[in-house]
């Protein structure tokens, strides 16, 4: 591969990279801070999930149940703020695609 194409390559790329950022990160910043914390712990921590589990029942002084479920729960309203599936959303997401609002109010 030249020079050239492997240019190309890191270009195409990086604009991938920037159209995922600027999809994930207005949903990323409008989930809660606990929010945050638990996927962090879970997803983007370097230690086992079982080291993660334990920093959340430490965190918010919960029993390891609570810990997955506070997991799944978190997922959830990320999968909801990144895909839709509410009908309000806050003015700072206008016009981002696909950006949903984590409210009380469930679309039906």
Request: aromatic share 12%; glycine share 6%.
């Amino acid at each position: 591969m030249s020079t050239i194409e492997r240019i190309d390559t890191y270009k195409a790329r990086y604009v991938e990279a920037r159209q995922y950022m600027d999809w994930f990160l207005p949903a990323w910043e409008i989930i809660s801070e606990d929010d945050r914390l638990v996927l962090e712990a879970f997803f983007l921590g370097e230690g086992t999930q079982e080291d993660a589990v334990q920093q959340i029942c430490n965190h918010f002084y919960v029993e390891r149940t609570t810990a997955y479920q506070k997991k799944s729960r978190a997922l959830a309203r990320l999968a909801t703020a990144l895909y839709g599936g509410y009908r309000c959303a806050p003015s700072a997401l206008k016009g981002v695609k696909n950006a949903g609002c984590i409210c009380a109010f469930p679309m039906r």
